[in-house]
């Protein structure tokens, strides 16, 4: 009797130790209530009790092959077999086996990369990257952003989250977006370009390090940016001997329907930061890929940066292994034909639904905007707020086993990048009904 198992934790003892003992992201800890999870596959998620919910985003857009992959966990047991780490100094088969790989998909001339914890350490290193080859200070970043929420990272973040952390590093100085908040359109590349060059001559090509931009920006609202923008930062920063830093934390790795973002209209930055899909999230992992120019730069001098955990052989082995899913399953070419699926989906909620005000999405990066009047253009809730028809919309998804993100008056739809055209129609499903609720805010 005493060699059994013992039984596993209900939801609510799993719940009452979390919070007894642990500390939840961006929350009131007081007004936590948490889902318990105990297991994943594919694009499920289940309770210890066995309830099984769609991830219908990825969990942080992060997830892209999908939960449980036997041949991403065979390879981090293999590898943590073998070696469970050494300190980054040392050079290890898995790092130049993953380090040759990235370079074979990577845009443009970018042959190398610098490995980090996750994205939030990626983008620090860009910031020390740009600052030290070009020997400048400023770096110029938007409002509508997130970069992560380590100290540098933080401060070129735009939006709520960044508010407790100041002051943060010295030098930050805000361009325009190409989306204005409470807008139903983006603005054009011409005038958003228009205001990024301003910007660049108030304050002074000669004391700007970088432009860091999402190449799509995610958390704040899947922004993709119009014909022509991507193309005229690069052009512009060219043209001023600045760095273009793109952060494809989010949007890389298949998430658009391209290897990354830029890929869509064939721009190539200086600097390029990912994470999340880089492992599929199945371990942390980050990288910082570089243009010839700045990996040849580094050969002649020391590089001031560093972590412990850099290049961690196991977080590698899941990397180089999921990347390999990628290609065998062909999970990019599967996100851009069921990222159509998914616009036709918006396109037939948006006119069945007055609360839909916009919707937006580039392969598998998607988002429905909910709003209160469609003229004049009213989002559902404030800026940086929720109301009650968004806190019931998300009672909603709960009760019926659907997780998706919600931020201020938008519906995330972000899901595994594996996801069947039966497995979107039923997230979607869900949605329709739940945007029943929204449309008696229109009414009203």
Same mark, same amino acid.
């Given at each position: 009797m005493g060699n059994e198992a013992a039984p596993g934790m209900s939801s609510a003892e799993i719940v009452k130790l979390n919070r007894d003992h642990t500390i939840f992201s961006w929350s009131v800890q007081s007004a936590l209530d948490p889902i318990a999870i105990d297991r994943a596959e594919g694009v499920y998620i289940y309770t210890p009790e066995g309830r099984r919910i769609l991830d219908f985003n990825s969990q942080l857009m992060s997830v892209n092959i999908g939960h449980g992959d036997k041949r991403v966990l065979?390879?981090?047991?293999?590898?943590?077999?073998?070696?469970?780490?050494?300190?980054?100094?040392?050079?290890?088969?898995?790092?130049?086996?993953?380090?040759?790989? #990235?370079?074979?998909?990577?845009?443009?001339?970018?042959?190398?990369?610098?490995?980090?914890?996750?994205?939030?350490?990626?983008?620090?290193?860009?910031?020390?990257?740009?600052?030290?080859?070009?020997?400048?200070?400023?770096?110029?970043?938007?409002?509508?952003?997130?970069?992560?929420?380590?100290?540098?990272? #933080?401060?070129?973040?735009?939006?709520?989250?960044?508010?407790?952390?100041?002051?943060g590093i010295v030098g930050v100085v805000r361009y325009p977006d190409t989306h204005r908040w409470g807008e139903k359109e983006p603005r054009s590349a011409d005038e958003a370009l228009n205001g990024l060059e301003d910007v660049i001559k108030y304050e002074g090509p000669n004391s700007i390090a970088a432009v860091f931009l999402e190449t799509v920006v995610g958390t704040n609202g899947i922004l993709i940016p119009p014909d022509g923008y991507l193309k005229g930062v690069r052009e512009l920063c060219t043209k001023y001997g600045i760095m273009m830093v793109a952060d494809e934390v989010m949007a890389g790795f298949g998430r658009t329907g391209k290897w990354f973002a830029v890929d869509h209209w064939d721009v190539v930055p200086d600097l390029m930061t990912m994470a999340k899909g880089l492992t599929s999230s199945y371990l942390p992992l980050g990288a910082v890929a570089m243009r010839e120019h700045i990996a040849e730069w580094l050969e002649t001098h020391q590089f001031y940066g560093g972590l412990t955990y850099s290049a961690h052989p196991v977080s590698l082995a899941a990397a180089l292994a999921t990347i390999n899913v990628y290609e065998e399953d062909g999970l990019i070419e599967n996100a851009a034909r069921m990222g159509e699926v998914m616009r036709g989906h918006h396109e037939a909620l948006a006119a069945k639904h007055p609360s839909v005000g916009a919707h937006r999405n580039i392969g598998l990066f998607g988002i429905l905007d909910l709003v209160r009047s469609q003229d004049p253009w009213t989002p559902l809730t404030p800026f940086n707020g929720t109301s009650d028809e968004m806190k019931a919309i998300g009672k909603f998804f709960r009760d019926n086993g659907l997780y998706v993100m919600l931020a201020n008056n938008s519906i995330h739809t972000n899901p595994p990048l594996c996801i069947t055209e039966d497995q979107l129609a039923e997230g979607f499903a869900i949605i329709d009904k739940a945007l029943d609720i929204a449309d008696q805010a229109v009414a009203g």
């Open positions: 065979n390879a981090i047991t293999e590898q943590a077999t073998k070696l469970q780490y050494v300190q980054p100094a040392f050079a290890t088969e898995i790092r130049g086996r993953l380090g040759q790989k #990235m370079a074979s998909i990577l845009p443009g001339d970018m042959n190398k990369v610098f490995f980090t914890l996750g994205g939030a350490e990626a983008v620090e290193n860009a910031i020390k990257l740009a600052r030290h080859v070009t020997g400048k200070h400023k770096l110029l970043a938007r409002y509508r952003a997130y970069h992560g929420a380590t100290a540098g990272a #933080m401060t070129l973040t735009g939006d709520y989250r960044r508010w407790a952390n100041e002051p």
